[in-house]
């Protein structure tokens, strides 16, 4: 009888998924498309990928040993964030540049915060815009599969659909990864393996990535065209890292909101700067930008769409 009553601190719930586990699952999840832009891109892209995952373990266990921490490697967290790094970055980065973006992601966006769970944005998507802000030029110097260096798909379409016309890859061509961008997210196919991985494994929800590529995909329709609703919405969708970002990076536990409407909310958000962005700013791009501001504003979300406790608030005279 002296087990029947337990009292302990919340939470009061548990589940028999670690973190390591979890980690695991998205290391799974992320192995197609990391395969996928090693097969296109060859070897150099392998490089990128072994350099960003072993300079963020690195970092991590470096940084616990000189503030006499508990070692966190274990958990295979900065495994993750390496990978995801690596596959944000394009295939002929100078490696060295690598590494500086795995101690970025690390140290100061990761461990400078408190480490796993704490950190208030995504560590691998702000190391990729630190990157980008340093080393504009390395950053979006990008090579086709059979590297010859060539704009993305998203920057012929910014430079204009009547002067890139000829020269737009199809829709199977996006869809397999046959085109240039970084490593990771070219290959829409291995990401939805990926993806759909993530979802029977209940490690990720739908309504992030249904939100944001939904909303991505509709006001693209709407605005993108030469006229009203006349937008190619698909090759939006299919175009840059939004499935990339929608299901790998958006749904960072740490850095996104604990409620499904606050999910939802961050979707939407994440889709109308991506869109704005790609339709009327100068940079072709605006997944990463969209992601860190919609992380910023998570604090805002969860206050006003956590539910009020059983019974209610008293008010403060």
């Keep these: 009888m002296e087990n029947t009553l337990i009292m302990s601190s919340s939470p009061h719930l548990r589940d028999k998924d670690s973190t390591s586990r979890i980690m695991l699952d998205v290391i799974i999840a992320l192995i197609p498309a990391a395969a996928a832009g090693v097969w296109f891109f060859g070897f150099r892209a392998l490089l990128v990928l072994v350099t960003t995952v072993f300079t963020c373990v690195a970092s991590e266990y470096v940084y616990c040993r000189v503030l006499k921490r508990n070692i966190t490697i274990s958990d295979l967290s900065a495994v993750v964030t390496g990978m995801l790094l690596g596959m944000n970055l394009p295939p002929e980065i100078p490696l060295w540049i690598a590494a500086v973006g795995g101690v970025v992601a690390i140290v100061i966006v990761k461990q400078l915060f408190g480490g796993i769970g704490q950190n208030f944005m995504n560590p691998a998507l702000a190391a990729r815009v630190f990157l980008t802000v340093s080393w504009p030029v390395q950053m979006t110097r990008w090579t086709f599969p059979d590297t010859v260096s060539t704009a993305t798909p998203l ?126 700013a100068s940079y072709p791009e605006g997944v990463s930008f969209s992601i860190l501001l919609m992380n910023v504003a998570t604090p805002l979300i969860d206050r006003f769409t956590i539910p009020r406790s059983f019974g209610g608030e008293k008010k403060v005279a």
């Design 155 to 280: 920057a012929l379409i910014k430079g204009g659909m009547e002067a890139a016309e000829g020269t737009l890859p199809g829709y199977l061509d996006l869809f397999i990864g046959n085109v240039a961008g970084c490593i990771g997210e070219t290959s829409k196919l291995a990401l939805l393996i990926g993806a759909a991985y993530l979802i029977y494994r209940r490690v990720i929800t739908v309504e992030i990535p249904a939100a944001f590529i939904g909303t991505v995909a509709l006001i693209t329709f709407i605005f993108g065209g030469d006229r009203i609703f006349s937008g190619d919405f698909v090759y939006h969708v299919l175009s840059g890292g939004l499935i990339l970002g929608a299901f790998f990076m958006a749904t960072d536990y740490s850095s996104s909101p604990v409620t499904r409407k606050g999910r939802l909310i961050m979707g939407i958000g994440c889709g109308l700067i991506t869109a704005v962005i790609r339709l009327y």
